[in-house]
C-alpha cells in the first residue's frame, strides 16, 4: 500500500513549513510523508499526486485557488476548503457567529464608496442614500472600519467621529466594507483552532507592535477560558475551517469574537514565539495526518447550513440554535 502523499502550499513563509514537512515526515512512518507542493501548468484530466494539501497562499494567487477547486473535486483532500473560503465573507460569518450563539460586535455592511470596474451610475439602480445617523446611532463611537474580505489589518481604520468615519470611507474605494462597534476590551486572546478540536489560547494585545503581540498577560477565570475554548470550536465547526485563528476581545466578561476568519494564519516562529510556535508545528501535522488517513469526504461548508434556521421568517432576527 503506497504513503498518503500531504502537499504544503506555500509563499513566503520560512519558518513553518519546512518545520511542518519535517513534523509530518518524523510521524508518518511508512502511511504518511509530506514535501512542499510543485505546480506547473494544469491539465484538465483530475489527476494529482497529493492526497491532501494545506493550502497557506492561494488567497494571494487565484492560479492557485483553482488548482485547489479542481483537486478538491478530484479526490484530494484541502485544509482549508476552497470552494466555501471563495464564497466566505466577514460580515456573514457574524450571522454565522450569532447562530451558534458566540457574541459579535454590532456590524453594518457598508456600500462601495467608488464604482467596482465595470460598472456606473446606472449599475446601482436599486441602491438608496444611506441613513447614517441610523447607522451611527446603531453601532455608537468608536467604530472600526475593515473589508468584509481581506486581514492582515490591510485598510483597517478606527475611527472617533462622523468626520474621522467619512475621510477614511473616502480612501476605501471599490471595498466591501464593514463597520463594526469598537469594543473597549480589558483583555484580549488570539486562538489556533486545528482540527476543529484542537484549541491553543494564547494572551494577545493588537495594541502592541507585531513583535510584542503575544507577550500579553492577563488573568483569565476558569469560566471565560472555557467559554473561549467552547466558542472557538463553535465557530470552526460551523464555518467548516480545520486552521484558523479567532480573535476574542473581552467586555465586561464576554468574549466578543473580532476576528475569525484566518484560514492561512500566522504562524511564523519570530512573531507567534517559540511555545506557540512548536504547539502549532505538532498540533497541525498530526491533524493533517488524521485527515489523510481518515474517510475521505467532499464538504462544501461546515455545519452552519444546520446551524442557522434558514426556514424562519425573513422579517424576524436570527435566533441561536446551538
Known sequence: MR???IGILFGMEDTFPWALV???NARGGNDVEAAPVEISYLKDDGVFPYDLI???ISHEVPFYRTYLKCAAASG????NNPIWWSADDKFFDNLVAKAVNVAVPRTVLLPHKEYPPNTEAKSFRNMRFVNW???FNYLGWPVFMKPAYGGGWKDVYKVENPQEFFAAYDQTRDLTMMA???IEFESYYRCYVLGRSRVRIM??????PHHLRYVADYKTPPELEKRIHRDALALCDALGYDMNTVEFAVRDGIPYAIDFMNCAPDADRNSVGEENFEWMVANMAEVLIE???GEKKLELTGSWPHKMDTTKDASSPIVSRS
Not at 484530494?76 to 485544509?79: A, E, G, K, L, Q
Open 3 to 5: 504513503k498518503k502523499k
Open 22 to 24: 519535517n513534523a509530518i
Open 54 to 56: 494545506l493550502d497557506r
Open 76 to 79: 484530494v483532500r484541502i485544509v
Open 133 to 135: 445617523d441610523e447607522v
Open 180 to 182: 463594526q462597534e469598537a
Open 203 to 208: 494572551m494577545y494585545d493588537p495594541k502592541k
Open 291 to 293: 485527515i489523510v488517513t
